[in-house]
DNA sequence: ATGAAAGCGCTAACAA
DNA sequence: TTGTTAGCGCTTTCAT
C-alpha cells in the first residue's frame, strides 16, 4: 500500500479501486490517521484555513459576525483566523499580510479604511487573495461584498422621527467609511424629501465609539438656538453616548431629545430608556458571507464578485416617544415583524 | 548565495558573517521575500498559530479576553484561531483537534466540560499539546490555568448581600463548571460564617444564560414562603434575566429584591437598575495568558504549569439597595478604586 | 487501478 | 563561515 494509494482515498479520486478504497479507509479509521494541513497545503496552495479583520472583536457586532462565519466554516471543515485592527489601518494590514502568509484560503474584512482608500485592498485581491468585504464597501475593490443598505438605514431613521412631527433633527455622524457616509446620505435624503432644512451645524463630526458619542451630544446640548429636538446616531454605541450626555445633563429622553441608533445591538430592554434602533441581522451577515466565500473557494471557476444588501428594519422602542415628538414617552408596541435579535447572551 | 544561508540570517544563527547577514537582508527587503511558515511548519513543528475555544464569542466577556490575546499574539508575531464551542463538548473536541492539526503552538480552552470531566484535556496536554484553561479550572488538567477566584466572588457578593441585612439569599447556581461551584461554595461560606441557614430550596438551577436566568427567578418568584429578599446570579447574564423576570411581576429592584451578578460585563450604568456585580479583569486575564503560553512556546525548557489567579472585586451599583435590605434604592457612590472596565464599546 | 519519481519551501545535520 | 545533502508529509505527473 503506498502513500500514493492513500492520498487518492483520502481526496476521493476515481481512480481507485471499491475494494482497495475500503481497505484503506479501514486502516485509516482503525490508525487514526489525520493528513497534515501545512504538507498539504505546501503542495496545494489550500490550507483549509479562513481569515477575518475586524475594527474589534469586543464590539458586539463584529463578534456576532465572526462567531456566525466560524459557525459555517467549522461545519464546512475550514478554520478561522482572527484580527483585530483596532481602527489602526497598519495593524488591518499586517493582519492581512499575516493571513496572506499563512495562505488563509480566503479573508473577511470590516476595513477600517475610508472611503476611497481601497486600492490597498484591490492590490490585493489581485495579486490572488480571495477577500470578501464585510459590512465596510469599497465600491473600487473587486470582490464580494456583504452589506447593508446604509441610506436606507439612515432614510428609516430619520423618516421616522419626522413623522413623529420633528422639524431640528441633527446627526451624530460617524467616521469616513461607507456605513456611515451612507446612512449621512439617509438622513439628508429624508429631510430633503419632507422639505426641511439641512443645517450643517446639526450634523456634529463623531466617531463609532460610545465615548465619542457622548462627548459629540455634549457639543450639541451646549449650542443655543436653534435647539434641536431628535438625533440620528450613527451606530447603537454612540446613542447610548448621547443618552448618557443627556442624561447628565439633566435633560430626558425622550421628552427632551428624541433619539435612534443604528444596528440594534444594545440590550435595548433593559435600558433605563429603551432604544429605537435600525437593524438587520447579523446572523445572517456572518452565514451569507460564509458561504459566498466558500462557494467561490470550493468553485472550479472564479465566480463573479457579489454584493449582497441584507434589509434594515426599524425597531420601535421608547427613545423616540409618541406621535406628538416631544409629549409622552409612551412605547409604540413592537410589530408582528420577528425580532432581529437572536441574542442570547451567557456565561460567566 | 544558497538558501541555507538565507534561512540563516533569518534566524539569526550566530554561524554567519556580518558581511553576507547584511547583504542577504538588504536582498530580502528589496525583493519583499516572505518565508511560508507552512514549509517551515512542516520541518520545525512550529507555525506561529496559537488557537482559542469559548463557548461563545458573542458573549462580551469572552471577546474581552479574545481580542486581549490576540493583541499580544499579534504583537509577538502570532496568528490566533479561534473556535466556538456553543456548550457542546463535541464542538470543543473538535475545535481541538482541528487546532492540533494545523498544528497550532498552543491552545486556550475555556472548557464547557464538567468538574472532573477534563481527563481528555489532560491527555492531549500529555499528547504534548501546549494548553492553557482559560476561567473555567481543571485541577487534573496539568498545564497552565487563568482565572479568578471564584470562591471569593461569591463570597463577596453573598457577604455584600448579608451586609445589607438580608438573611434569605437565593442563589442562581450556575453549570458543573470550576467557576459556578466556586461562586456557589463562596456563597455557602458567607452564609456559614453569619450563622445564616442555607436552604437547599434557594439554591435554583439555572445555566449561564439570559434565558436560563430568566426562567429560574420566574421558579423561584412562584415559590412561597419563606420568600428571599436578595438573590445573588452565577454571572451577569443570568442576573439581567432575574431583572427581566422581576420587572415582568410587577415587583421592583431593589425593593422587593436585591440582585447581584458576577463579571461586570453588563452596560450597568444604562441600564433600568444599575447592576451591583463582582468583576475582575478580562484584558489582564488574556495577556497575562498570552504571555504564559507564549514565554512557555518559546522557551528552551518546559516551565512547570502555573495557576493565576485575578483578584475579584465588588462592584456596589443600585441593584441592592442601601444598608436596610428592602428600603432605598440610593446606591452606594463608587469607591475610590479604579474600575475594571476598559469597555468601550463602538461601530459597526 | 496502482505506484515510482519529483517537488512544494523550508531547516537540521553535517561536510567543506 | 558557507554550502551540500536529506527529509518534513503531502500531491502531482506519468509509467506501469
New binding site residues.
Given amino acids: 500500500?503506498?502513500?500514493?494509494?492513500v492520498?487518492?482515498v483520502?481526496?476521493n479520486r476515481?481512480?481507485?479501486?471499491q475494494?482497495?478504497?475500503e481497505r484503506v479507509l479501514a486502516k485509516i479509521a482503525e490508525l487514526g490517521y489525520v493528513?497534515?494541513p501545512l504538507?498539504?497545503g505546501?503542495?496545494?496552495g489550500r490550507t483549509g484555513t479562513l481569515g477575518i479583520v475586524v475594527p474589534d472583536l469586543s464590539i458586539l457586532f463584529f463578534s456576532e459576525i465572526a462567531r456566525s462565519i466560524e459557525s459555517v466554516a467549522a461545519k464546512r471543515g475550514y478554520c478561522l483566523l482572527i484580527g483585530n485592527s483596532e481602527e489602526d489601518p497598519a495593524k488591518e494590514w499586517n493582519h492581512l499580510k499575516a493571513f496572506r502568509q499563512h495562505r488563509a484560503d480566503g479573508i473577511f474584512v470590516a476595513s477600517v479604511l475610508s472611503v476611497g482608500q481601497g486600492e490597498s485592498l484591490d492590490r490585493l485581491q489581485k495579486e490572488g487573495a480571495r477577500m470578501l468585504l464585510l459590512d465596510r464597501i469599497h465600491p473600487e475593490v473587486h470582490c464580494h461584498q456583504v452589506g447593508t443598505d446604509d441610506e436606507k438605514v439612515g432614510w428609516l431613521a430619520t423618516e421616522h422621527l419626522i413623522r413623529l412631527g420633528h422639524k431640528r433633527i441633527a446627526h451624530l455622524l460617524g467616521p469616513s467609511v461607507s456605513t456611515a457616509i451612507g446612512r449621512m446620505r439617509g438622513y439628508q435624503k429624508a429631510l430633503d424629501e419632507h422639505g426641511l432644512a439641512l443645517n450643517p451645524a446639526w450634523m456634529v463630526p463623531c466617531g463609532f465609539l460610545q465615548s465619542e458619542g457622548y462627548a459629540a451630544m455634549q457639543r450639541l446640548l451646549e449650542r443655543r438656538e436653534p435647539r434641536v429636538t431628535a438625533v440620528f446616531a450613527s451606530n447603537d454605541p454612540v446613542a447610548v453616548g448621547a443618552l448618557q450626555a443627556i442624561a447628565e445633563a439633566g435633560l430626558r429622553v425622550p421628552d427632551d431629545y428624541a433619539v435612534v441608533g443604528a444596528g440594534d445591538t444594545v440590550q435595548a430592554d433593559l435600558l433605563k430608556v429603551p432604544l429605537t434602533s435600525v437593524g438587520w441581522d447579523r446572523g445572517k451577515m456572518g452565514k451569507k458571507a460564509a458561504e459566498l466565500m466558500l462557494n467561490q473557494i470550493e468553485s472550479e471557476h472564479p465566480l463573479p464578485p457579489q454584493r449582497l444588501v441584507l434589509e434594515p428594519l426599524l425597531l420601535v422602542r421608547a427613545s423616540c416617544g409618541e406621535l406628538t415628538g416631544s409629549g409622552v414617552a409612551a412605547p409604540k408596541p413592537r410589530r408582528g415583524r420577528k425580532s432581529l435579535r437572536r441574542q442570547e447572551a451567557g456565561c460567566p
Avoid at 500500500?1 to 494509494?5: D, E, G
Avoid at 476515481?14 to 479501486?17: L, S, V
Wanted: hydrophobic content about 30%.
Fill in positions: 500500500l503506498s502513500k500514493v494509494t492520498s487518492k483520502i481526496n476515481p481512480d481507485i479501486g475494494e482497495t478504497k493528513p497534515n504538507a498539504r505546501l503542495v496545494t
